[in-house]
């Protein structure tokens, strides 16, 4: 499966953006998608994941009640709405895509298959 996100881009603290991750081909449908990010001189941390089946979601504490993570898979797309930016959310976002066990969804273990990257800068 390959991983194309898009949507990063530069917007000033209390903004909203949303980033998309299209997948490459329909087993999509099969994988648990999450989004981590990453700030430089810092480890890739998670943000939010959406499991395969039944719309469970999970968020990073930094993140509840600001970022909604959904997916279409007629699409093959999966979505992560960001509200009330802050400039701590400033990093690389990535997506990712996974058919491990559950437990292993805030990790970066759990996830077979990675797209490039999209820059958030939130600026204060």
């Known amino acids: 499966v390959q991983l194309q996100a898009s949507g990063g881009g530069l917007v000033q603290a209390g903004g909203s953006l949303r980033l998309s991750c299209a997948a490459s081909?329909?087993?999509?449908?099969?994988?648990?998608m999450g989004w981590f990010r990453q700030a430089p001189g810092k480890e890739r941390e998670f943000v939010a994941v959406?499991?395969?089946?039944?719309?469970?979601?999970d968020y990073a504490d930094s993140v509840k009640g600001r970022f909604t993570i959904s997916r279409d898979n007629a699409k093959n797309t999966a979505y992560l709405q960001m509200n009330s930016l802050k400039p701590e959310d400033t990093a690389v976002y990535y997506c990712?895509?996974?058919?491990?066990?559950?437990?292993?969804?805030?990790?970066?273990?759990?996830?077979?298959?990675w797209g490039q990257g999209t820059l958030v800068t939130v600026s204060s």
């Open positions: 081909e329909p087993t999509f449908r099969n994988y648990n």
């Open positions: 990712a895509a996974g058919r491990t066990a559950w437990g292993s969804r805030t990790s970066v273990v759990g996830y077979n298959y």
């Open positions: 959406i499991r395969w089946a039944g719309g469970i979601t």
